[in-house]
């Protein structure tokens, strides 16, 4: 019994170690709490069933207050990567980049290369939509089923990261039921784009991810 | 082993998935730009600097020293860098997993999970429910209300069966604070 304690103990220093903030937020200390720190990543059919919705959000913990001036920046690409060939090398993207008021939209095409270094497919603009204002209603836009939208949106990831310090800081042995949402009233930027999935590979499964990049 | 059949199932079959992509479909020509006199510039090289697929896996499996790299890491190569890094982790965290034969609740030992994890892509269906884990479904995408630190948590601490360390592997907060959205675009409104 005792050395199962000790087990656990050694456990809980390692989750302190590693879970310094959960999903994405914050996740590492080249980008961390900057303008090209990605939170979170959803894939998930639309309510069209015929389309495939991908959602990235940056800039995670945004205070009420400190949201109506959070702002995407213009020198950071946001790019879906899409692979339907199994090789969890990109086949196809879907770029973002926004640009005086908008956010622009590019692909689902090839990208030019792939991995680390990316250009715009200006040959395969989808659409642009205007950047919602804090406190206005959502601006979405649709092209031949293609939908876009960006702007604040509240933070939809959840989870008792409080309570986890607790358990870290040896206050606590465990979770609390119910546990408490340490994201709750916080909000994110989020990037949200639908499209047809015969434009991403039709049927099957599709690998996915998405990147920040950073104009040079 | 069900359930790594399932996997390699999914995996084959994303193999076997052909680029159906037709670019006419798609492409539009007529961006939104009526009031601009002239096309924004879009020049210039953009290089990376954070990549995301799964949930919370860079923040619980790489070592700290190791998270830009991760970050700068192609998905193709993510697997043969970090599975390693990857499996000691996740035996520091949960100790049953350097058990021989110790598996979870998807059939997968300490090699076999971390493997899975270290190629980091979200696994996305395209004939149907695409969810983190809803119970019947594994890995088809990952929805906004997927549960899934409690998941990964059980994944981690649950053992073969959901039911080891309880008091660590369920955070109990099942839900967002806000409603999402039936309609595009889906994420709540702003606090």
Known sequence: ?216 | MKRITYITLAVLLAAFTFNCSNDDDNMMGDMDNTNQPSEPDFSGTYMQEDQVARPAVNTVFTSPSSKDMFNMTIPSEQGAAFQSMFQTNLEGLSPAYANPGDMNALGLDSATFTGLLATDVLNVSLDGTTTFYDGTNVLTGRALADDVITVELLLIFGGEDFTENPTLSNDHVDANDKPFLTSFPYLASPW
């Not at chain 1, 903030?21 to 894939?43: L, M, R």
């Not at chain 1, 998930?44 to 009420?64: R, Y």
């Not at chain 1, 689902?108 to 659409?127: D, E």
């Open chain 1, 1 to 216: 019994m005792k050395k199962t304690k000790w087990i656990l103990g050694i456990g809980l220093l390692a989750v302190a170690g590693f879970f310094l903030v959960a999903a994405d937020h914050i996740d590492a200390p080249a980008v961390q709490g900057g303008s090209s720190d990605i939170t979170d990543f959803y894939a998930f059919q639309g309510e069209n069933t015929n389309n495939i919705v991908f959602a990235a959000n940056v800039m995670g913990l945004l205070s009420p207050t400190a949201t109506a001036d959070a702002m995407f920046d213009e020198s950071v690409l946001i790019e879906f990567n899409i692979d339907n060939t199994g090789d969890n090398v990109e086949d196809l993207v879907i770029q973002a980049i926004p640009r005086d008021g908008k956010m622009y939209f590019f692909g689902p095409a090839s990208p030019g290369t792939t991995g680390l270094s990316s250009t715009i497919l200006t040959n395969n603009m989808l659409g642009s939509v205007d950047i919602s204002a804090y406190g206005s209603a959502a601006m979405t836009n649709s092209y031949n089923g293609a939908m876009m939208f960006a702007g604040p949106r509240d933070d939809p990831f959840f989870m008792d990261f409080a309570q986890y310090s607790e358990i870290i800081a040896g206050n606590a042995s465990g979770f609390n039921d119910p546990g408490s949402d340490t994201f709750a009233g916080t909000n994110v930027l989020s990037v949200v784009v639908e499209v047809p999935k015969s434009s991403v590979g039709g049927s099957g499964t599709i690998n996915t991810w998405v990147e920040t990049k950073r104009k040079q």
